[in-house]
């Protein structure tokens, strides 16, 4: 157990919809990463929050936005979703330090099925 | 940008053979980390190890070994006398800044009994 709960586990809905993806860090971690695993693209970086702040931003689609809130827990919005949206989606979340390089525990994910 | 390639997409061993597990990557930057995870069938990522750019010895834990050599950017992992267990994919990765991972493909790794 890394202690990155994630909720829901499992997800499905249709085109069109919006879902709302949920991340309990670490106790202590201050940084959240969200990432997406899909058949086709991988493992890939979508955004990561420090402490309530957007610090980096990756392949994140436009319908998609995240937000940290002030007890650290985050979340990753999805919208008008498509069929290509289905993946395993990972939050992860990383100890305090300068300079990056820690390394990250990941949640057991959320699968989003999208019909 | 960072790239990282693991050019062998499934390993099938019997269990008890050695296994190597390829990884080449790319970056430019002059200081860098290297990762491997791990992912079982129930899906989780599971850290095994990270090594930094500057460190270029060769480590055993166990049953796993890695292989690092800067001038062929490589960053190799063995796992000696593979048991049932050890099926998984495993994803090598570079980081990015701000500990954000560049991943590769992975590569499935079956073993059999």
């Known amino acids: 157990d890394s202690g990155v709960t994630q909720t829901p586990k499992h997800l499905i809905t249709a085109t069109g919809q919006r879902v709302t993806l949920r991340c309990s860090p670490r106790s202590g971690d201050l940084s959240v990463y969200w990432y997406q695993q899909s058949l086709d693209q991988g493992l890939q970086f979508l955004i990561q929050y420090y402490n309530g702040e957007e610090r980096a931003k990756g392949n994140i689609l436009e319908r998609f936005s995240a937000q940290q809130f002030p007890d650290l827990h985050s979340e990753l919005n999805l919208s008008s979703l498509e069929l290509g949206d289905s993946a395993l989606y990972f939050c992860?979340?990383?100890?305090?330090?300068?300079?990056?390089?820690?390394?990250?525990?990941f949640g057991e994910g959320s699968r989003l099925t999208v019909l | 940008a960072q790239k990282v390639t693991q050019a062998q997409t499934e390993i099938s061993v019997v269990e008890k053979e050695d296994v190597t597990l390829d990884c080449v990557y790319e970056t430019r930057d002059t200081t860098y980390y290297l990762f491997w995870y791990k992912q079982p069938p129930s899906g989780e990522l599971v850290f095994l190890i990270r090594r930094n750019s500057f460190d270029e010895q060769n480590e055993i834990s166990g049953r796993y070994s890695w292989n690092f050599q800067k001038s062929t950017s490589s960053f190799n992992f063995t796992i000696t006398a593979s048991q049932v267990v050890d099926s998984a994919v495993y994803f090598c990765?570079?980081?990015?800044?701000?500990?954000?991972?560049?991943f590769g493909k992975g590569t499935m790794l079956l073993v059999s009994p």
């Open positions: 992860a979340s990383s100890p305090p330090r300068t300079g990056g390089t820690g390394e990250l525990f």
């Open positions: 990765a570079t980081e990015s800044g701000y500990s954000t991972l560049t």
